[in-house]
């Protein structure tokens, strides 16, 4: 009895990690470049399209559908270690993660010093591009998604609330 229990446990253990998303999803969408807020709200059809992308995760359990999601935005000096550490565990409770990618995508590794090749503006269309992207991802509930920022990452989600 004990052995089955064990054995079963241990199938358990292999499914989470062999269904395990740890390199994680790219997920592709269409933004622009915004310089400020007058330009989305102005001018938004006249800008150029730009090709953006973000890393969906999900926690390692084989439920993988319908999940709440936490949309995470880096600072000026791009994503570090710690912050995806605060992904990871937010995995581990059960969300899936989306890490966006406004900087790789546009090829700038840190905006210390000069905020003008990523703007807050940018970060924010992005972010709500994605959302339109994932919404009908069957694997998330996008009536249940929190965004998450770190220092220039924080301002674009709290102006995202606007």
Request: aromatic share 6%; glycine share 14%; no cysteine.
């Given at each position: 009895m004990f052995n089955k229990f064990i054995y079963k446990l241990s199938l358990l253990f292999l499914a989470g990690h062999i269904f395990s998303n740890d390199q994680g999803e790219r997920i592709e969408f269409m933004s622009s470049n915004p310089f400020s807020f007058y330009h989305i709200i102005t001018n938004l059809e006249n800008e150029t399209n730009k090709?953006?992308?973000?890393?969906?995760?999900?926690?390692?359990s084989l439920k993988q559908d319908n999940?709440?999601?936490?949309?995470?935005?880096?600072?000026?000096k791009n994503w570090a270690s710690h912050h995806l550490e605060y992904l990871e565990m937010f995995r581990g409770m059960g969300y899936a993660t989306f890490e966006l990618h406004s900087f790789n995508s546009?090829?700038?590794?840190?905006?210390?010093?000069?905020?003008?090749?990523?703007?807050?503006?940018?970060?924010?269309l992005d972010s709500y591009r994605a959302l339109e992207k994932l919404r009908y991802d069957p694997r998330i509930n996008i009536d249940n998604v929190a965004m998450i920022g770190w220092s220039?990452?924080?301002?674009?989600?709290?102006?995202?609330?606007w």
């Open positions: 090709e953006v992308y973000g890393t969906l995760r999900f926690p390692d999940l709440p999601m936490i949309l995470g935005i880096n600072g000026s546009r090829n700038v590794e840190s905006t210390v010093g000069s905020q003008t090749q990523v703007t807050t503006a940018m970060m924010i220039l990452g924080g301002g674009a989600v709290l102006f995202s609330a």
